[in-house]
């Protein structure tokens, strides 16, 4: 059975920064592609950012970010703990949503998700 368990939300002022965690129970981790996605209120799912796996692994993976985050965002990935990462930098209040990660190329059930909040 897959699971996310995801952590490191907070509330944080604009400007400020957050380092989301991902702790991913699935075979083959190291093999799989991987996301980060939000959810703000009112509004779909959106992905965020992903990273490959696989042939990528020895390189740290290819990684894409959607146009909002790109250049603030970065995704990471540390296949010896299954664990991938969301480093947020110059948090704006429209960056405030529930993020979740899943798959990128394959989804499975959603976790809980982890709340970031941006606001003075």
């Known amino acids: 059975q897959v699971q996310f368990v995801e952590s490191g939300g907070g509330l944080v002022q604009p400007g400020g920064s957050l380092r989301l965690s991902c702790v991913v129970s699935?075979?083959?981790?190291?093999?799989?592609?991987m996301g980060w996605y939000r959810q703000a209120p009112g509004k779909q799912r959106e992905l965020v950012a992903d990273i490959t796996g696989g042939a990528d692994i020895t390189a740290g993976g290819k990684t894409n970010y959607g146009d909002s985050v790109k250049g603030r965002f970065t995704i990471s990935r540390d296949n010896a703990f299954d664990t991938v990462y969301l480093q947020m930098n110059s948090l704006k209040p429209e960056d405030t949503a529930v993020y979740y990660c899943n798959g990128a190329g394959w989804i499975s059930a959603w976790g809980q998700g982890t709340q970031v909040t941006v606001s003075s």
């Open positions: 699935v075979t083959n981790f190291a093999m799989r592609g």
